[in-house]
């Protein structure tokens, strides 16, 4: 994957969104929303409340349909079969079962999405802090620590753009700065990231494209 | 670093579903128990009469595993969308149909299974002959798998609905009419001693179809819930 991402020519965005709207009722949550990702940038998505973050999140993902505009993909158009498995999205719901522990929930998820670097499901959950919870079923864990359990995918799972939704809420200020450490590495490494974030906690290294919603 | 083979995904999936079944092992019991209870009802209401309670137990057996796999139906997808699985398995890289397959396989042997384990038990109450018991587990363990792969369907086209318990009853029981039929028609064959293959080859071509089709009639039915 890694060399795949440096094939793309650097003046060519990763993601681009060309007069994206999405409509709800016929009220628009969003309308031309126009922005070039390139490989190596985090962007953030900047909004009040029921600014359409999340929706312009799971547009991106794919989980929703695109009502208005067009986006594109290292150039073309996107097209979902094309690029399965290079987004990773990370959303309000975390996606954990909570009968399984965080270590089985990795483990389903490493065989959905496959390795990308031979970390182990155990020291990943070591390095947000969850050493000592592996087997306990995520119920019993707190909200920060779902939400680190959640965190541990990013340094598991391969994809070149990283969608988090929220990614600062419910956690303490080591784990805003554990999301920021990832974030940091995922972008060296040659991979893109756009967080949504109110402005209240924002990323703190390094320049970000900063992406305004407007309700 | 590649994407996982599909054998690897399929085999995560079913692991993961059959755990939480395990981690919820009283869940497995409650269909047996009301299969069970409402079998023993047959003879209290109709009298001990051999003759009577032999013509209907084929029927009763099909009718009451029937509705005691409907009582399980409800939660296929339910905590998969509530705590966003769902969203993660849409977004995953592999074929979104044949991961819900293996969420069905899961599902039709923690609940149809355990059904089939007990129902010549549910007969014999009935006093139904054993030499008709293999035809009616035949007739159970073919049609069983296609109540829970319409019910799949179902499952997922409410998805998005408050209260889908009572909503997808009634539409599941009409579709289950040929199924009944068939699967009862075999049993009452072989109880009369006549040829009892047609209708199980009819119910096993009915499978085959629903095999191939349901999952992928899920998979459109919950992509266009999420996308809401």
New interface residues.
């Given amino acids: 994957?890694t060399a795949a991402i440096t094939d793309v020519p650097d003046n060519e965005p990763l993601l681009e969104t060309r007069a994206l709207g999405f409509y709800r009722q016929d009220e628009p949550v969003f309308m031309s929303l126009n922005f070039r990702l390139h490989i190596g940038e985090l962007g953030l998505i900047e909004g009040d409340n029921g600014s359409g973050k999340t929706t312009l999140m799971r547009i991106l993902?794919?989980?929703?349909?695109v009502d208005e505009g067009e986006l594109h993909w290292r150039g073309k158009p996107l097209q979902r079969d094309q690029c399965?498995?290079e987004?990773l999205?990370l959303?309000?719901?975390?996606?954990?079962?909570?009968?399984?522990s965080p270590s089985?929930n990795l483990?389903?998820?490493?065989?959905?999405?496959?390795?990308?670097?031979q970390t182990s499901v155990t020291s990943a959950l070591a390095e947000v802090g969850l050493s000592g919870y592996e087997d306990e079923?995520v119920r019993r864990l707190s909200a920060g620590q779902k939400k680190r359990a959640a965190l541990a995918k990013l340094l598991l799972l391969?994809a070149a753009l990283w969608l988090l939704d929220e990614p600062y809420a419910n956690l303490d200020r080591t784990g805003i700065a554990l999301v920021n450490r990832f974030l940091q590495e995922h972008l060296a490494r040659g991979g893109a990231a756009l967080v949504t974030t109110h402005g209240a906690v924002s990323f703190h290294g390094g320049e970000a494209q900063r992406i305004r919603m407007h309700a | 670093?590649?994407?996982?083979g599909l054998i690897?995904?399929c085999?995560?999936?079913l692991?993961?579903d059959l755990?939480?079944a395990w981690?919820?092992r009283g869940d497995i019991a409650m269909p047996v128990l009301y299969a069970l209870i409402v079998t023993m009802l047959f003879p209290f209401a109709l009298g001990p009469e051999d003759t009577l309670l032999q013509r209907i137990a084929g029927g009763v057996v099909l009718v009451t595993i029937l509705l005691a796999m409907l009582l399980a139906l409800d939660a296929m997808f339910s905590?998969d969308i509530?705590?966003?699985?769902l969203?993660?398995?849409?977004?995953?890289?592999?074929p979104l149909a044949l991961?819900l397959a293996m969420k069905i396989l899961a599902h039709w042997l923690t609940t149809a299974l355990p059904l089939i384990v007990i129902s010549p038990l549910l007969a014999g109450m009935l006093h139904l002959p054993t030499s008709v018991m293999p035809v009616l587990v035949l007739a159970l363990l073919l049609s069983t798998p296609m109540l829970s792969l319409l019910g799949a369907i179902l499952v997922a086209l409410t998805a998005g609905t408050r209260r889908s318990g009572m909503l997808l009853a009634l539409m599941l029981l009409p579709l289950c009419v040929p199924v009944v039929i068939f699967a009862a028609g075999a049993v009452a064959a072989s109880q009369q001693g006549l040829p009892w293959l047609a209708p199980i080859a009819w119910l096993g071509a009915a499978l085959v179809l629903l095999l191939v089709l349901a999952p992928l009639a899920c998979a459109a039915a919950l992509r266009i819930a999420?996308?809401a």
């Fill in positions: 994957m993902a794919g989980l929703l349909h399965l498995g987004m999205f959303g309000h719901q975390l996606g954990l079962k909570a009968d399984l089985e483990r389903i998820a490493l065989g959905l999405h496959g390795h990308r670097i079923p391969p | 670093m590649s994407r996982p690897t995904a085999a995560a999936m692991r993961r755990t939480l981690r919820r905590s509530e705590d966003g699985s969203e993660q398995l849409v977004l995953a890289p592999q991961m999420l996308d």
